[in-house]
């Protein structure tokens, strides 16, 4: 009895544990070639790095929101310090943490999406039905453009 207790008391727990995802807080620089360089040119590419400046959560294929548009339909909740959103799925739908690097705006609670030319797409679980993203502000001592921080809970 003792022992079919503990085991379902671990299932449970097994099931009731959220995956908790990070945006990373900036991408990395990285050499890039190009298909096509014309006749008689020499050179090398490069994508700069850039920090974090907005995530959201998108449902459907890889890469089939560039603009975060699906995204843009819920509202962000305000809170101390940056803003939450909260997504509900079925477990059959692709769902993906997107962050969003190198906007050349401010994010903020009334413009929580800034475009960024680079978008990393994070996978997440399919047994996940719903996720909390937590979007910060890492306030500095000096008047300095804000570092951000993107967290995902997801159950």
């Known amino acids: 009895m003792k022992t079919a207790l503990l085991l ?42 850039a920090k974090l400046s ?7 294929e890889l890469h089939s929101d560039p603009t975060g548009f699906n995204a843009m339909q819920l509202i962000p909740k305000k809170v101390k310090g940056g803003w939450d959103t909260e997504d509900h799925f079925t477990p059959q739908e692709s769902k993906w943490l997107v962050c969003v ?41 000096f008047r300095a453009p804000s570092d951000w921080t993107a967290t995902a809970t997801c159950k």
């Open 8 to 49: 379902s008391s671990l299932l449970l727990l097994s099931t009731a544990q959220a995956d908790d995802l990070r945006c990373p807080d900036a991408y990395p620089s990285k050499e890039v070639t190009t298909s096509y360089i014309p006749p008689g040119h020499e050179g090398s590419g490069l994508l700069r790095g």
């Open 101 to 141: 690097y190198g906007g050349d705006g401010r994010t903020s609670v009334e413009n929580p999406r800034v475009a960024g030319s680079i978008e990393w797409w994070e996978k997440i679980g399919s047994n996940v039905t719903e996720c909390e993203l937590h979007f910060r502000e890492l306030k500095r001592a």
């Open 54 to 60: 907005s995530a959201y959560i998108s449902t459907g």
